[in-house]
C-alpha cells in the first residue's frame, strides 16, 4: 500500500487512524515504503465511525492539504 502510495505521488502529511489492533497493522502497511513517515494521529472517534462523524475529523485537521483516515466499516 505505501509502495503504491509513493508511486502514484500522493504522500500524506497527516495520518488519522483508528486505535484498534487491526487499523495499526494497516498502517504499519501504509507505512512501508515512504519515504518519510507523516504525522499520525490516533483518534478514537474514527473507530466504527459514520460518515458523518469522519467529515468531522477531516474538519478537524490542522492545515494539512494531503490526509489519511485509517478506519473500519461502515465509515
Given at each position: 500500500?505505501?509502495?503504491?502510495?509513493?508511486?502514484l505521488?500522493?504522500?500524506?502529511?497527516?495520518i488519522?487512524?483508528?486505535?484498534?489492533?487491526?487499523?495499526r497493522?494497516?498502517?504499519e502497511?501504509?507505512?512501508?515504503?515512504?519515504?518519510?513517515?507523516?504525522a499520525?494521529?490516533?483518534?478514537?472517534?474514527?473507530?466504527e465511525?459514520?460518515?458523518?462523524t469522519?467529515?468531522?475529523v477531516?474538519?478537524?485537521?490542522?492545515?494539512?492539504?494531503?490526509?489519511?483516515?485509517i478506519?473500519?466499516?461502515?465509515?
Amino acid at each position: 500500500m505505501g509502495k503504491a502510495i509513493r508511486k502514484l505521488d500522493i504522500l500524506p502529511e497527516e495520518i488519522w487512524v483508528s486505535p484498534a489492533v487491526r487499523t495499526r497493522e494497516t498502517l504499519e502497511e501504509a507505512l512501508d515504503g515512504m519515504k518519510h513517515a507523516p504525522a499520525i494521529h490516533f483518534d478514537e472517534r474514527i473507530y466504527e465511525a459514520s460518515a458523518e462523524t469522519l467529515l468531522s475529523v477531516l474538519r478537524s485537521l490542522g492545515g494539512a492539504d494531503r490526509a489519511m483516515i485509517i478506519g473500519h466499516n461502515p465509515g
